[in-house]
Antibody
Framework: QVHLVQSGAEVKEPGASVKVSCKAS????????VHWVRQAPGQGLEWMGI????????TDARKFQGRVTLTRDTSTTTFYMELTSLRSEDSALYYC??????WGQGTMVTVSS | QSVLTQPPSVSAAPGQKVTISCSGS????????VTWYQHLPGTVPKLLIY???KRPSGIPDRFSASKSATSATLAITGLQTGDEADYYC???????????FGGGTKLTVL
């Protein structure tokens, strides 16, 4: 049974960076791609990027213009999403999900001065 | 503006049936599996349908889905007040190489 556990809520100032983790268990770590999705208050689901756990290659949505870095640590079966140059509009709930089927519990990121 | 198009809202009375459409293109809906979610803001999206029309265990057969060409449809029968939520479709876009979602449809059970 796929289980994804994300790190806790974060509060950051504008311009800072945040790194959210997603610990995977209950399945073969390299068998499923992992996506990152976010939802800002009052907005819909927004796809951010995807990482191949086997080779670590990642693709992110053009909208983020290189502000997103997706990585994984095979030794700890953990995925990471780092978002830099934070703006107030980055305040959102961030989710990791395997193949858009199994989801982590979400991590609230608040960007405020 | 979302790549997949859903109606912003739908409504129906308890016990009735409602359908939610998800319109895309040949590079997304037309060539990849569609997934449907039920979502309440602040919670984890609940998987309703995967691989176009398959229900995970625990999802009642009141929820069904289909796909034809570049459009997908979610149907909910026997509506209950507890079905009030936002519903999203999602898939992969093979041309853009990105995941895509619809803008979401708010279901109101009158």
């Amino acid at each position: 049974q796929v289980h994804l556990v994300q790190s806790g809520a974060e509060v950051k100032e504008p311009g800072a960076s945040v790194k959210v983790s997603c610990k995977a268990s209950g399945y073969s770590f390299t068998s499923n791609y992992v996506h990152w999705v976010r939802q800002a208050p009052g907005q819909g689901l927004e796809w951010m990027g995807i990482i191949n756990p086997s080779g670590g290659t990642a693709t992110d949505a053009r909208k983020f213009q290189g502000r997103v870095t997706l990585t994984r640590d095979t030794s700890t079966t953990t995925f990471y999403m780092e978002l830099t140059s934070l703006r107030s509009e980055d305040s959102a709930l961030y989710y990791c999900t395997t193949d858009l089927v199994n989801w982590g519990q979400g991590t609230m990121v608040t960007v405020s001065s | 503006q979302s790549v997949l198009t859903q109606p912003p809202s739908v409504s129906a009375a308890p016990g009735q049936k409602v359908t939610i459409s998800c319109s895309g293109s040949s590079s997304n809906v037309g060539s990849n599996f569609v997934t449907w979610y039920q979502h309440l803001p602040g919670t984890v999206p609940k998987l309703l349908i995967y691989e176009n029309n398959k229900r995970p265990s625990g999802i009642p057969d009141r929820f069904s889905a289909s796909k034809s060409a570049t459009s997908a449809t979610l149907a909910i029968t026997g509506l209950q007040t507890g079905d009030e939520a936002d519903y999203y479709c999602g898939t992969w876009d093979s041309s853009l190489n990105v995941g895509v979602f619809g803008g979401g449809t708010k279901l109101t059970v009158l």
